[in-house]
């Protein structure tokens, strides 16, 4: 029992030196960049980049448009399904899948080809046509873990209970989904916002193809024009990742842990 | 479920249109798409059926482009699962500190997400020409990476960039596979007198290897669509296949729109082929993890 404790410290340290090493280099190279001493230099011309604000802002606002696309998209085709339809939850399974089996790079290829200037749904034929293309291929991209993370929210509730009470006491469909069921699913909702967030926001592949300001073509950009910058880019990058990702796990502890009888 | 077929007819029309956006997103943004590119592989510049495409991609070029493409994929993903599953079972079942755990847990979700651009730039800071680790090695230790054929911008560069969000995929993915495994089978096995290794040999892999398995298909398809990192790390130095399709969407470098249609053909069948694996090895490995 002894050696067993033995080999898993030495893999968790072996391990946690091959994760910690890099994050250490490279915030040590970014702070390289003023001869012979350590300064902050190169987030100070960062920030002083009007480029790196306005692709940030650009990418954080097609972010947030991803999720509010994302939400209704998903939330009321997960509510009915569950409670009505069951028979098309293997399509949804199916379809949630799709986009981790077809890479990002082919599916812009076939939106380029297929809304193209001259196409019946012109998208690409101007800019706001575009900016929306965009937003919904990372809707695309972020299906996935937008539906898990719907589909876990509403499995901890009684959707079907809550339902019929909201009923019996006169509330439409509607009123149903925006005060009954969204609230319950609240904390569900933002961890895939979340997710969708870190996803999006450094995302270069589509962003570069269409053509659009956004973050990740500016990193790129950046890496190959820039010595120390790319560097504390990076480090800035990991820092976003990390808030998005602590964020979920600050609201997994607000979560409901109980599952509905139902289920 | 039997009010459902007891309900009027009239509530089907609202059920169905709540569920609308989701269909209509799913035929505009990831049906017809592939549809579209399907087709194109098997059309030529006139509009006629043709096998031509298909048969365009087995040129030295294009093949050796799949090829790299698949051995990193291979690589990174087969590495990524085995330090990913020593790692998970370090903490799980190592009797490490319980913090430990979830901090590996949460640096999981982090590092996996990590990806892309800003990831290339780390291995740049870390592992180039002027990295941290190459000067100290060279400083420090007296030992030259590059001289010794050691690149970055290479195979075994990219795999290695590439655990960085290999291994914690495969840590978040096979622990709950890991904590499935009872500990009641854990004490039957040694009331039968069998020691660690025999647990592990004839219980422990035999029931998490079907995750592992379906896990190594998941990081392999991550790995095989992957273009971001490979693109800010190597630019076009490194001929993988998101890179050459990459080139040929932006400024068709193929010179032949249909033959480009058929690569990116080629990267679906690849990957629907790993993901079909995990499916069924999925459904599998479920049957042990009630």
């Known amino acids: 029992m002894k050696s067993q404790k033995f080999w898993a410290w030495l893999v968790f340290i072996l391990g946690g030196a091959y994760f910690i090493v890099p994050l250490a280099a490279t915030f040590e190279f970014s702070l390289r960049m003023r001869r012979g001493e350590y300064s902050f230099d190169a987030y100070a011309s960062v920030f002083a980049d009007p480029y790196f604000a306005s692709s940030f802002t650009y990418s954080v606002i097609v972010g947030l448009f991803t999720i509010v696309v994302g939400i209704l998209v998903v939330v009321p085709a997960v509510y009915f399904v569950r409670l009505r339809m069951p028979w098309l939850r293997p399509f949804m399974e199916f379809v949630t899948l799709l986009p981790l089996v077809i890479p990002a790079l082919v599916l812009v290829y076939g939106y380029i080809r297929l809304y193209g200037s001259s196409s019946l749904i012109p998208f690409t034929g101007s800019v706001l046509g575009t900016d929306i293309l965009l937003t919904c291929a990372y809707v695309t991209l972020a299906l996935p873990y937008m539906y898990r993370a719907v589909d876990n929210g509403m499995r901890t509730i009684d959707i079907g209970t809550l339902t019929e009470a909201a009923q019996i006491a006169g509330a439409n469909q509607l009123q149903i989904i925006g005060q009954i069921i969204l609230p319950n699913i609240l904390i569900a909702i933002l961890s895939g916002a979340f997710l969708t967030f870190a996803i999006v926001i450094g995302e270069f592949t589509i962003a570069s193809l269409l053509n659009r300001p956004a973050f990740g073509p500016y990193l790129v950009g950046i890496g190959t024009n820039r010595a120390y910058e790319p560097a504390a880019l990076a480090i800035i990058s990991f820092i976003i990742t990390w808030g998005a990702m602590g964020m979920i796990n600050v609201l997994g502890r607000f979560a409901p842990r109980t599952s509905a009888r139902t289920d | 479920m039997t009010d459902t077929a007891a309900k009027p007819h009239r509530r089907i029309p609202w059920d169905s ?17 592939t549809l579209s590119l399907m087709g194109a592989a098997f059309t030529d510049r006139t509009g006629n059926f043709t096998f031509e495409n298909i048969a365009g991609l087995f040129t030295d070029q294009i093949l050796a482009a799949y090829w790299i493409s698949i051995r990193i994929s291979g690589a990174s993903a087969i590495l990524g699962a085995l330090i990913g599953l020593a790692l998970t079972l370090a903490i799980i079942r190592g009797k490490l500190p319980q913090g430990l755990r979830s901090a590996v847990m949460t640096f999981s979700g982090v590092a996996s997400n990590f990806a892309g651009v800003p990831l290339a730039f780390a291995f740049i800071a870390t592992l180039g020409r002027l990295g941290l680790v190459t000067i100290i090695l060279k400083t420090v230790f007296g030992f030259d990476m590059y001289r010794s054929g050691f690149n970055l911008f290479s195979f075994w560069g990219l795999t290695l960039t590439y655990l960085y969000f290999q291994i914690p995929l495969m840590v978040l993915t096979i622990a709950p596979a890991i904590d499935g495994l009872k500990k009641e089978w854990n004490e039957a096995a040694q009331t039968l007198g069998a020691n660690t290794s025999q647990f592990w040999r ?41 890179v050459l399709l990459y080139n040929q969407i932006r400024g068709d470098a193929l010179q032949n729109p249909g033959l480009g249609a058929a690569l990116a053909l080629g990267m679906i069948v690849i990957t629907s082929l790993a993901n079909v694996i995990y499916l069924i090895v999925a459904a599998r490995a479920e049957r042990w993890m009630k």
């Open chain 2, 202 to 242: 004839y219980i422990g892999f035999p029931i998490l290897w079907p995750s592992v398995l379906g896990t190594l298909s998941l990081l392999f398809a991550n790995a095989f669509g992957a273009i971001a990192t490979a693109w800010a790390l190597t630019g076009s130095n490194l001929n993988i296949v998101t």
């Open chain 2, 17 to 33: 249109l709540a569920v609308l956006p989701f269909v209509i997103f799913a035929v505009m943004f990831l049906f017809l798409p």
